[in-house]
């Protein structure tokens, strides 16, 4: 059974860094486009940064410059760096495993982990 378990969240003040981990496993993870999520309370689910297996990266404009998604293919981790946090960035973070291959699709999320940012 495919797993990504995330830790690393907590909380921390305005301005503070966090870093998340997300370890996977059975999958074949350089394969796969991996992915961070957030969710707030009575909010959607919102991408925060993703790396194709080709190491591409994309971020919103919300937290470009700020945030910093990699992966360390021979551990099966990516890790989300989260720097000059705001408050705005309170939310449950999730992991997402993404893969197409022709007609086959392939999307695993984790558990979530809570980042509180406040004074």
């Known amino acids: 059974q495919v797993q990504l378990v995330e830790s690393g969240g907590g909380l921390v003040q305005p301005g503070g860094s966090l870093r998340l981990s997300c370890a996977a496993s059975?999958?074949?993870?350089?394969?796969?486009?991996m992915a961070w999520y957030r969710q707030a309370p009575g909010q959607q689910r919102e991408l925060v940064a993703a790396v194709t297996s080709g190491g591409s990266t994309n971020y919103p404009d919300s937290v470009k410059g700020r945030f910093t998604i990699s992966a360390d293919n021979a551990k099966n981790t990516v890790y989300l760096q989260m720097n000059s946090l705001k408050p705005e960035d309170t939310a449950v973070y999730y992991c997402n495993a993404k893969r197409s291959l022709l007609s086959n699709d392939w999307n695993y999320w984790g558990q979530g982990t809570q980042v509180t940012v406040s004074s």
């Open positions: 059975r999958i074949a993870f350089s394969l796969y486009t």
